[in-house]
C-alpha cells in the first residue's frame, strides 16, 4: 500500500511548511500548493524528503479552478 497523500495550500511559508514537516515526518506524500512555487520548491529540496515523496502545484486558494486543476494533477 502507498503512503497517503496530503493536499496542503500556502505551502511556500509558515504553517503550510510547518505542515508539511510534520506529515512527511509521519511518512505522507506531499501535494505543496503555492502562488510562490519557487519558494515552494526550495524549502521542499532543502528539507531532504525522499525523492517521489513530494511535488509543488500552482494555484491560488481565491482561485477555485485553479484549486481543482492542482488537486486533478
Do not use: H, K
Amino acid at each position: 500500500m502507498s503512503a497517503p497523500l496530503v493536499f496542503i495550500t500556502g505551502a511556500s511559508s509558515g504553517i503550510g511548511q510547518a505542515l508539511a514537516a510534520r506529515f512527511a515526518r509521519a511518512g505522507y506524500r506531499l501535494a505543496l500548493v503555492a502562488r510562490r512555487t519557487a519558494e515552494a520548491t526550495a524549502w521542499a529540496e532543502s528539507q531532504g524528503f525522499a525523492g517521489g515523496s513530494w511535488a509543488v502545484y500552482a494555484a491560488d486558494v481565491r482561485d477555485t479552478a485553479a484549486i481543482a486543476g492542482a488537486g486533478r494533477a
